[in-house]
């Protein structure tokens, strides 16, 4: 690595520095405080976020408000840059250039990232780089005072040995987990013969299936053959009992129908038999039919005559009865009339009785009322007139004169002298209240003339023979004239003041007790007012009392009358009561007139009556001469019994006649069973041919049966045997399956423990070479002499008196000089700066055949005299054993040997660099 340029802008003292650096010795000058070191501390800021401030903010120049390094350096023939910009928060990021001339091309942003990418590139660490490279300003010797295993770790990393280190500390955890493998291999491991001896076993066995499989597979077709076969001759057997079967039950179907058309037959034969008889019987019973007739006709107008004749007697009765209600209607009809005018008269009389009480019970509500408005009256006038005495009374007390009060009569008397009397009172009150004010003003007045005295006489008492008012001399008399004058004005004045309290006094209190009578009085007219309306109200009652007086009056005149009225009802009534029973009987007669209807009426039915009998009585007559078993003093119980027996025959005769109505169709029914009978009889012989022509054989029939049935269980045993075999053969393939993968994995699970097993081993093995006794120790080994030639000869040119130096396991030095061997805690400060300075050199020297460009020394001359400044200068200057070094120095000889010379200067607290 090489820098080639860096930026700071607001770094610490730097505003905005840009420095180009260069191969060779770049050598950084400048007085204490121009900002030396802060360049180096750039630099390593820049790389890896190194600096001397306790955090970034201290970074920033003070009273800025961002920073920004960058830093331009070269690795492996590339050319990069880093730029760490802090605004509100830091940002890094690194840019690669693509070609010489190109342009930077962002790699990576992010402090992870960034560092991440610079270790790739570098190949270093900030502990290398603050170790090796950057040497800062006083920690010179440090490398020398490390403890052991710091230096060794150190070393390490110098010699690039560090990664050994870092690769047996990666590898334990490597070997751990390859050990739980194992173990967890060891818990999967078995023996796998057993297994294998059972595979074997159930490879056998499958065979063995296998064959039998195979033997019931070929019985199977075998019986399977002559399966076919026999269904072949089977279902031709049963095609030919089918037809059998059908021409059979087609036979008996047919014989069945063949006895039920005989049977029919026969019936049909009986009932035309019946019919014949019939037939035979109703000529008998017709000449018995033809005289029913003639004997109804004639018991018909026999009961006819008796019910005319029970009429002609109800008629004639209703006549008789007729002429008897009429004698009663004549004898009745004065006494009759008698009653209806006294009836009409003593209904007029009850309502005008009805009017008169209903007058009556009026005037008794009224008279109840009159009580209780006169109580109320009263009442109200007792009130008022209370009222109006203790108004007057009031009025008297409050002191109105006694003989207006005396005047005082009515209601407009009293309210006009109250208001009169109010109107005083109120003008006694304002003069009273004018008075008060009056004499107040006056007090004020005589208050003002004390004050105007006391002034003056003060003055008189304090300053001799001045007049307080003009300011001339006056004598002793006419001062004490004065004192008098003012001392008498104030008495007065005084007394003035308690006079007219005294008076105001007396008149507030005769104020105060106007106001009062003057409260009582416009409370007493309010009063009056209310008092006045009550007694209106009591004016118009006494109005209404009047009137009902006046309705009251009649009363009398009115019971007299209805007394007059009832005793006229009560004549009447005993007029009406002698007519009563002529009037019921009128009324009853009357009555039944008009229910027997009219005398005329009835003869004209007479008339019917006996017109109807003779019709009848003829009629008789000719039945008689029809039949000479009739005769008219027949019995009523003869006559029934003949016409019930002739009724008798008469429903015989009608039953026949229906019966015998079928004849026509028995005879037709006869004539179609007949035909049918014959051709049922030739169907039946069609089919017994059909029978006798059939091949099927029921013994034949038998023998396939049985032998198709005996082949169907044959099969079917096979076949179960089959089934069963291959269930099993398929349960032995799984087995034989799961065996072999079994002992698979017990082969593999064996080979990857033995695999593992032996790699463990061997990364043990490679642990330990790694270990820091192994090859690290052989490396700081090997490197040691090579580190101890190079700082040997470094240390050589500081001239010290010491012969020989060496360093060893440990890195620890020893010199050897006149008085022996000394460690680096015998040497002085200056020699154990040149020792460590040449350790370091030597390190470096010894590593730079490619890791190392560059290394940064901050005043490597500190603690060193003149003459070994001198020596350190030159041997800086003679060396090339880096392609860069830069040097931060105040020592100006070293600026002759500076390729780059670069001054830095401070002006006004601010960093300038003048190359
Ligand atoms: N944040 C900051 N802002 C401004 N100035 C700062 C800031 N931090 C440090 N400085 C100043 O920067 C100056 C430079 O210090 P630096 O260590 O670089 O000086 P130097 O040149 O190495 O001096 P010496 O020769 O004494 O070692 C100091 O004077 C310090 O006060
Ligand atoms: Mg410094």
Same mark, same amino acid.
């Given at each position: 690595m090489i820098f080639t340029k860096l930026k700071l802008i607001n770094f610490k003292s730097h505003e905005n520095t840009i420095i180009k650096f260069d191969k060779g010795i770049s050598v950084i000058v400048g007085e204490n405080g121009a900002g030396k070191s802060t360049i180096l501390e750039g630099i390593s800021f820049a790389l890896f976020k190194q600096h001397t401030g306790k955090k970034i903010d201290d970074l920033v120049r003070n009273n800025a408000q961002s920073m920004l390094v960058e830093l331009g350096f070269t690795s492996n023939g590339r050319q990069y840059k880093i730029i760490r910009e802090k605004k509100s928060n830091l940002t890094s990021s690194i840019y690669k250039k693509t070609s010489a001339d190109g342009d930077y091309v962002h790699i990576c942003s992010g402090d992870k990232e960034v560092a991440n990418e610079i270790r790739q590139i570098l190949d270093i660490d900030s502990d290398l780089f603050l170790n090796a490279i950057y040497i800062r300003q006083g920690e010179i010797s440090e490398l020398v005072d490390k403890t052991p295993a710091e230096k060794k770790k150190l070393i390490g990393k110098l010699l690039g040995i560090d990664s050994l280190e870092k690769a047996w500390n990666n590898l334990l955890p490597l070997i751990t987990d390859y050990e739980n493998e194992l173990s967890e291999l060891k818990g999967k491991l078995y023996n796998s013969d057993e297994l294998k001896e059972n595979l074997e076993k159930k490879k056998d066995e499958l065979n063995s299936l296998k064959e039998r499989g195979h033997e019931l597979e070929k019985n199977i077709e075998e019986v399977n053959e002559l399966r076919d076969e026999i269904s072949e001759s089977k279902r031709n057997m049963e095609r030919e009992k089918e037809i059998y079967e059908a021409q059979s039950n087609n036979l008996i179907s047919e014989e069945k129908t063949l006895s039920k058309l005989e049977n029919d037959k026969r019936t049909v034969q009986d009932d035309l038999d019946k019919i014949n008889n019939a037939e035979e019987e109703i000529e008998r019973l017709e000449k018995y039919v033809s005289k029913l007739d003639t004997y109804l006709d004639f018991e018909k107008s026999v009961t006819s005559i008796q019910n005319l004749k029970e009429k002609e007697k109800e008629i004639n009765e209703k006549i008789d009865s007729i002429n008897r209600q009429k004698e009663i209607i004549a004898d009745n009809k004065e006494n009759y009339n008698k009653f209806l005018v006294s009836d009409e008269e003593i209904s007029k009389l009850d309502e005008q009785k009805l009017s008169l009480e209903k007058e009556l019970a009026t005037m008794a509500k009224l008279e109840k009322d009159k009580k209780d408005f006169l109580k109320q009256i009263e009442d109200e006038r007792n009130d008022i007139d209370n009222f109006f005495s203790r108004a007057k009374e009031k009025l008297h007390d409050n002191g109105l004169d006694q003989d207006i009060v005396a005047g005082i009569d009515n209601f407009t008397q009293i309210e006009n002298a109250t208001n009169d009397f109010l109107d005083e009172t109120s003008t006694k009150i304002k003069d009273l209240g004018k008075d008060i004010i009056s004499k107040n003003e006056d007090i004020v007045v005589f208050k003002q003339n004390i004050k105007a005295c006391e002034r003056p006489l003060e003055e008189l008492g304090e300053i001799?023979?001045?007049?307080?008012?003009? /300011?001339s001399d006056i004598d002793e008399n006419k001062k004490k004239e004065l004192v008098d004058q003012y001392s008498n004005d104030i008495e007065t004045n005084k007394r003035l003041i308690s006079e007219n309290e005294e008076a105001v006094r007396l008149l507030t209190k005769n104020k105060e007790s106007f106001e009062e009578k003057y409260d009582i009085l416009l409370d007493l007219s309010k009063n009056i007012i209310e008092y006045k309306q009550k007694f209106n109200h009591l004016q118009s009652e006494i109005y209404k009392l009047n009137e009902i007086d006046e309705k009251l009056e009649s009363k009398e005149y009115i019971s007299n009358k209805l007394g007059e009225i009832i005793l006229l009802i009560a004549n009447k009534k005993s007029e009406r009561e002698s007519c009563q029973e002529s009037y019921d009987l009128y009324n009853q007669a009357q009555g039944a007139l008009e229910v027997l209807g009219s005398v005329t009426e009835l003869q004209y039915q007479l008339n019917q009556i006996n017109n109807e009998i003779d019709n009848h009585v003829s009629s008789i007559k000719w039945v008689i001469e029809q039949d000479p078993h009739l005769s008219g003093d027949i019995s009523e119980e003869e006559l029934q019994d003949r016409i019930n027996d002739l009724k008798q025959k008469n429903e015989e005769f009608n039953q026949l006649k229906g019966f015998v109505k079928n004849k026509q169709s028995y005879l037709t029914q006869l004539d179609s069973i007949k035909e049918d009978i014959g051709m049922s009889i030739n169907q039946i012989d069609i089919i017994k041919n059909k029978i006798n022509a059939s091949v099927y054989d029921e013994e034949k029939y038998e023998q396939i049966i049985y032998r198709s049935d005996m082949y169907e269980r044959r099969y079917n045993t096979f076949n179960n045997e089959l089934s069963e075999i291959k269930g099993r053969a398929r349960e032995t393939i799984v087995y034989v399956k799961d065996l072999t993968e079994k002992i698979e994995k017990a082969d593999k699970f064996q080979q990857e423990y033995n695999d593992v097993s032996d790699y463990i081993n061997l990364l043990n093995h490679i642990r330990s070479l790694y270990s820091k006794n192994g090859i690290q120790k052989d490396l700081r080994n090997i490197s040691r002499p090579l580190i101890q030639k190079y700082t040997k000869e470094f240390f050589n040119e500081f001239n010290f008196n010491y012969s020989d130096l060496t360093l060893d396991e440990e890195y620890d030095v020893t010199v050897y000089g006149p008085e022996g061997k000394s460690s680096m805690s015998m040497v002085s400060g200056g020699e154990k700066i040149a020792i460590a300075l040449a350790l370091r050199l030597g390190i470096t020297q010894a590593m730079s055949n490619g890791e190392l460009d560059t290394i940064l020394l901050d005043e490597p001359t500190i603690h060193l005299d003149n003459s070994r400044k001198h020596e350190l200068i030159n041997l800086l200057k003679e060396m090339?054993?880096?392609?860069q070094m830069i040097i931060v120095t105040h020592?100006? /000889?070293l600026e002759n040997a500076a390729d780059n010379l670069i001054k830095v200067e401070k002006v006004n607290g601010i960093s300038n660099v003048i190359v």
């Open positions: 001799d023979n001045k007049c307080p008012v003009c /300011q090339s054993l880096l392609p020592e100006a /000889q």
